[in-house]
């Protein structure tokens, strides 16, 4: 809860709802400086004209060190980073910085889509856990369904596939900017720059519309300002690392402590690109439309449960339509259900975490998900809510019954089978990255969209086999209400 009250300060002051959504981003809401006064189109607001929102940066050479202005918002900046709580802090840096890549959920059911009232409980599913090679022979839980008749084959693939709209050049760079918000000419992504600058003026017009984001554009770097997020922080930072990593952007000679020179290292950012980052003015804030597609954008899976009133009810009433202009323009499928929408991506590339994914930890976060649901998920189709509460002893008896089954056939990481307790932590923190799960106090929540990678629901599910007794939970009592 202070995480979520921290979060929410710092959204409202840097130009967000304060409805610790995605509303806005940039440095600080303060009072016009020259280099923002700057930014303004001859006709107008820069924002209101695509041009304006691709700018260019002053050109000069990139190895050129910030000037004056730059280093005095940088000082302002690391003060306000050095006071900060943590949570506060990490919040300030994503809308600072805005370097977050999107997060989506990877693979699309086989089966013909549902209609938008399915509930995720009891629609279809997909079974990347069921594969004869990652399940020992013969084990219960292995049932396929096969592909309903007349489904719709999925789009891509062949080598004479037409680009659709937007054009496949458009699509890619969007993609591109999505997960990789700060290109730099010499950086891992710099051969983009020239497709980013050939589609500079679509692109702009595109974010800005549909997300509110702008594009700037300069000498050796583009970058898509992207609005706050929440559990997004640069890796390795805290409030002191921070305040150090806006002074070493500003030029400052003194020694930066490791995680910052890493990020430096990563960015490789030219003078250009630090003052775009920190002296770049708020994005405006959002309308009820805007943050819901930033978050379909952005994040695995929105559930009406969680947004704000004014944002709940514009997506109930227009969910798909919001989520096919999100998916058409960044190539994504949309999955809508009665607890909310999910834009999946099933080349699993517009993602900074992947599940599905190889490594012990997303095999066994899959698993842990895929049994729970089969404990725990409510019979009724009619009043499922969109999350149950999970026994705590029922967490531990899973994992160790996974542990059991996979630990040592599979492959999986020593340290992890040597201390379970890590395991458990860290398998329950992806799938609460990724929307499956959620914390409630001590214990945790299974939230409706984890039944997507479950196999299909059965009247009596079987009790658990596995040595560590996993008790029959009853159905009573075990509910969140809505």
């Known amino acids: 809860m202070e995480r979520q009250r921290a979060a929410v300060e710092v959204a409202a002051a840097t130009g967000g709802s304060g409805t610790g959504r995605p509303g806005g981003a940039g440095r ?3 009072p016009a400086r020259p280099q923002d006064r700057a930014q303004t189109h001859p006709q107008g607001r820069a924002e209101d004209h695509p041009q304006g929102r691709a700018q260019a940066r002053p050109q000069g050479r990139p190895e050129d060190r910030p000037g004056p202005e730059v280093a005095a918002a940088a000082e302002e900046l690391a003060a306000r980073f050095a006071a900060a709580e943590p949570a506060a802090a990490d919040l300030l840096a994503s809308a600072v910085f805005g370097a977050h890549g999107a997060r989506h959920l990877g693979g699309a059911p086989r089966q013909a889509e549902p209609g938008p009232g399915t509930s995720w409980w009891h629609g279809p599913t997909v079974h990347h856990s069921t594969s004869p090679l ?3 022979l013969g084990y219960r839980r292995i049932r396929r369904e096969a592909p309903a008749q007349g489904a719709a084959r999925p789009t891509g693939g062949g080598r004479h596939r037409k680009p659709e709209r937007p054009t496949t050049e458009v699509r890619t760079a969007a993609r591109l900017l999505t997960a990789h918000p700060l290109v730099t000419a010499d950086g891992p992504h710099g051969a983009a ?4 600058r050939r589609h500079a003026e679509a692109l702009a017009e595109g974010f800005h519309t549909l997300l509110g984001y702008r594009l700037t554009l300069g000498p050796a770097h583009a970058r898509l300002h992207k609005a706050p997020l929440p559990g997004r922080p640069l890796p390795g930072l805290d409030p002191a690392g921070y305040a150090a990593l806006v002074r070493a952007l500003a030029g400052d000679p003194a020694p930066a402590p490791p995680p910052v020179r890493a990020l430096l290292d990563h960015w490789r950012p030219p003078a250009a690109l630090a003052a775009d980052l920190l002296t770049a003015p708020p994005l405006p804030a959002a309308d009820p439309g805007t943050a819901v597609r930033r978050l379909l954008a952005e994040t695995p899976v929105v559930l009406y ?34 607890e909310g929408v999910a834009l999946l991506d099933p080349a699993d590339e517009l993602t900074d975490l992947a599940l599905p994914g190889p490594g012990t930890l997303a095999q066994a976060a899959l698993l842990l998900a895929e049994r729970l649901v089969e404990d725990l998920r409510p019979a009724d189709t009619a009043t499922a809510p969109p999350a149950v509460l999970i026994p705590d002893a029922l967490i531990d008896g899973t994992l160790g ?3 059991d089954d996979y630990g040592m056939s599979a492959g999986w990481d020593a340290g992890y089978l040597a201390d379970l ?5 860290d398998a329950l923190d992806l799938l609460h990255r990724m929307g499956l799960a959620a914390p409630a106090g001590r214990t945790w929540l299974l939230r409706a969209p984890a039944a997507r990678y479950a196999p299909r629901a059965e009247p009596e599910p079987p009790a658990g086999s596995g040595r560590h007794s996993r008790p029959s939970v009853p159905a009573q009592g075990r509910v969140l209400s809505r």
Do not use: N
């Not at 109930?316 to 994504?332: C, I, K, N, S, Y």
């Not at 307790?421 to 932590?425: E, I, K, Q």
């Open 28 to 30: 600080p809401a303060g």
């Open 134 to 136: 990652f399940r020992p």
């Open 193 to 196: 720059l020239a497709l980013i």
């Open 305 to 338: 449960d969680d947004l704000a009133p004014a944002e709940r009810e514009h997506l109930r009433g227009a969910a798909a339509a919001e989520a096919e202009r999100v998916a058409d323009f960044l190539g994504l499928t949309a999955e809508v259900r009665a």
């Open 401 to 403: 019954d996974i542990t």
């Open 421 to 425: 307790a890590a395991f458990r932590r």
